[in-house]
């Protein structure tokens, strides 16, 4: 068990839809990294929030968005479904970028867009 | 761009037997080099990791070995066990801003029979 939380484990839901997906880090870990993994594209880096604040992008399209709470859990925002936005969402968590980098991953949600 | 390439795609080892895994990467800014094994149905677990100033990292029956010169690192795994049959990810990354997003290689698919 990494100690990072993911909720909810599935999610069903139909194409034109939103979701929202939940992550808890680890206690005391700052910041949070999104991670896609699905067949084609592999496990791609979406976008990483440090402390509240957006920190770095990566293939992240422009209806998906994030934000982390006070509390620093986070939460994923995907809207206009896709199918192809079927996959893996991760979430990792680590100490602090300018410290440790290992990163530690949640679960995940698998989200299938029908 | 594939900037972190791996191989094999699948491996088949039997019991006892040393399983070796393949990376390469292009981007010579990348100066952290984890590992993940990731099991059905759960998310990537840290098994270990380098940073280019050491050739050689042995944890238990895992090691990593890395050729800077050659921008390529691998995995080791000794005496190879049918609990070590999962996926296994190479991953790189580098402080840029303060992320330590990860590209993450294709993953190879680790079967040991008994």
């Known amino acids: 068990d990494s100690g990072v939380t993911q909720t909810p484990k599935h999610l069903i839901t139909a194409t034109g839809q939103r979701v929202t997906l939940r992550c808890s880090p680890r206690s005391g870990d700052l910041s949070v990294y999104w991670y896609q993994q699905s067949l084609d594209q592999g496990l791609q880096f979406l976008i990483q929030?440090?402390?509240?604040?957006?920190?770095a992008k990566g293939n992240i399209l422009e209806r998906f968005s994030a934000q982390q709470f006070p509390d620093l859990h986070s939460e994923l925002n995907l809207s206009s479904l896709e199918l192809g936005d079927s996959a893996l969402y991760f979430c990792?968590?680590?100490?602090?970028?300018?410290?440790?980098?290992?990163?530690?991953f949640g679960p995940g949600t698998r989200l299938t867009v029908t | 761009q594939q900037q972190v390439k791996q191989s094999p795609q699948s491996l088949i080892v039997q019991k006892g037997g040393i399983s070796i895994i393949n990376c390469a990467y292009e981007?010579?800014?990348?100066?952290?080099f984890p590992w993940y094994q990731q099991f059905p149905g759960k998310g990537p677990a840290l098994l270990i990791a380098i940073r280019p100033d050491v050739s050689e990292k042995k944890e238990g029956r895992f090691t990593i070995s890395f050729n800077k010169s050659a921008k390529q690192f691998s995995l080791h795994i000794m005496d190879s066990q049918p609990g070590d049959s999962a996926t296994y990810f190479c991953a790189a990354t580098f402080s840029g801003a303060g992320s330590y997003q990860l590209t993450f290689g294709k993953g190879t698919k680790l079967s040991v029979i008994p």
């Open positions: 929030y440090y402390n509240g604040e957006e920190r």
């Open positions: 990792a968590s680590s100490v602090d970028p300018r410290g440790q980098r290992e990163q530690y």
């Open positions: 981007n010579t800014a990348f100066d952290y």
